[in-house]
DNA sequence: TTGAAAGCGCTACCAC
DNA sequence: GTGGTAGCGCTTTCAA
């Protein structure tokens, strides 16, 4: 069932029922109705193969997530895919959790595959850069990035977010405080470690570090266990995300430790669930709906059909304060 | 940059790149590696386009998913993306959330591409399943149909499970409840709500149901608060799925009614929040892993490359008991 | 306003 | 073992 098949239907050529089918213009309306009826009947519908190569283009967003269960990812994916489907694009999602070397050949790839727009959630592969400036293609880097020619950037203050919890924490007279690091060593969650580490030394709270195995609940309930077993016990826990946060504070239940009571939590990202756990969560808020807009808008051309220019974008952090560093300190003593 | 270029270089024909780009045996080992390097050298990517226009074949597999947000379904999509990716596959998500009507077209465009199986979670649209069983593509379908020819469908006995849950809060003693359903009228969702009637009314408790807008936390929380403001008092609250059951557990809360103390609540699906939420959540399992490889193996060729066969597997409810139903029964009196 | 024909990059068949 | 070549289904000049 090819438009070959249209063609001779409806007694034309293949020019012309590739001609209606694009919608472009100069064919004699009642040829076009005629053509149309054919598909119509013939249920046909063209091959998305032949167009691409035809054409050396498709319609086709690529992303690349570190790990789109997460589900802040999963709600910038979210607004990234409403965005794209509006405007007649499809995704294609390659997570890159297993392996980070996994991202060159998603993104070599998606280049042989001619899409429209690459998206990478946040990576760094050094030389990946080269290869994506070269390629001819709308490209958006998360948390990386200088941003120009085909390139954007959008950069978030993952430090100043950090710093804000910190002091947060230490205005309610938090003075032993440990980090549930992110189990992947990846440039956003490593910054927020660090930051954790310079606030609390430069204000001279004790503190300590967990990184976990897995990635989010069970992640958080793991790091949690570790902790408590090496005998710090610290007045506040900070998760590197809401999602790990949430199994921290499921495991301190466990052990029989309450939740702003005995030791505050908080998060990072502001995913939905922050604000619907028990305690809800005290966290940074980053806006996923913003970024879900900016990529599609920096992959896509506009509305007058101009290529997107590259460019780098900043992101502010906002604490949301909720139950779970409670109102008043934990511990107030020094 | 295409294979002829690769040729070229390696000073070979176009059959034989394309001989040991697949893999195929007869080529001498001198042959190949020339061609190897060539490749190398020249960063060769075949289009994977001029590929499947050529075989009209392509290593895909289209997932139609209703709510691949839901977490539920969220972790059908990872397991199977794992195994595909595993497999040398790849996924393509469609999702039909905005519209039922949607799922119609996404399948014929799948049609059109030539993928290689294609999922339906949940959906019935009649006749689509003409479309499908003519089309020559292994399918599975996901609470519907019985499955034969190249379509394999995966059956849960949403009607057991329900049952479980309403005899369960029964036994504790509760004689009021009320039932969250599920936003969009889906099958497998109504057929919930369906058994949850009929069982309250054969053991003749006093009930209700409500249908929330949006589905998730907002749709739980949203949907509890119309309830309690209709005046109806109920002890146990039985949510369509767990992700609305942990809304409707907040909402509760903020009303200043305690889970289990003053209403037990339960979900369904057990979803890995189920049990870091807190209360944890008297819920339903569905063997979601299970699923995953299932849907995986009835849609991949096996290891002697024979095509699935279509059949009917059936999946069996297990009831998972957790704090959000206590020990005892919130309220004794008759 | 329409049609013929030349590719797009790859596979697979048929010769050598 | 290897190469020539005819498509796969579509778009896009170029002519008519």
Redesign the pocket.
């Known amino acids: 069932m ?3 098949n249209v063609a001779a239907k409806a ?6 029922v ?2 209606v ?2 919608g472009h213009p ?3 309306a009642s ?1 076009r109705s005629r053509i149309l009826r054919a598909i119509e009947e013939l249920k046909y519908r ?2 998305p193969h ?2 691409s ?4 283009k498709s319609r086709v967003l690529g992303l690349v997530m570190a790990n789109p269960y997460n589900p802040f990812f999963a709600d910038i994916y979210q607004a990234i895919e409403s965005q794209a489907v509006q405007r007649g694009y499809e995704i294609e999602l390659a997570s890159s959790h297993t392996d980070l070397g996994q991202i060159l050949p998603c993104v070599q790839q998606f280049l042989a595959q001619k899409v429209a727009g690459i998206a990478l959630f946040p990576e760094n592969d050094p030389g990946i850069l080269d290869d994506l400036r070269e390629a001819n293609v709308p490209v958006v880097l998360f948390d990386t990035g200088e941003g120009g020619d085909n390139i954007t950037s959008i950069r978030f203050d993952h430090r100043r977010g950090t710093r804000m919890l910190v002091e947060l924490l230490f205005a309610l007279g938090h003075r032993r405080m440990a980090y549930i690091a992110a189990p992947r060593l990846l440039t956003p969650t490593e910054e927020r470690r660090l930051e954790f580490i310079t606030c609390a030394s430069r204000l001279g709270v004790e503190w300590r570090t967990v990184a976990p195995v897995a990635d989010g609940f069970a992640g958080g309930r793991e790091a949690t266990r570790d902790l408590l077993r090496s005998g710090f016990r610290p007045t506040a826990l900070l998760g590197v995300n809401d999602w790990i946060a949430v199994g921290a504070v499921r495991e301190l239940r466990n052990q029989g430790l309450s939740t702003p009571g005995d030791v505050s939590v908080t998060g990072f990202d502001n995913i939905t669930l922050s604000e619907f756990s028990c305690p809800s969560l005290t966290t940074i808020h980053i806006p996923r709906g913003d970024i879900g807009r900016l990529v599609v808008e920096a992959l896509l051309p506009d509305a007058s059909g101009a290529p997107p220019k590259g460019r780098l974008i900043s992101l502010d952090p906002e604490l949301i304060v909720r139950e779970s560093t409670g109102a008043a300190p934990a511990v107030t003593a020094r």
Chains 1, 2 share one sequence.
């Open positions: 090819s438009l070959r007694g034309v050529g293949a020019a012309t590739s001609r089918l694009n100069g064919v004699k040829t063209p091959n032949a167009r190569l035809a054409t050396g």
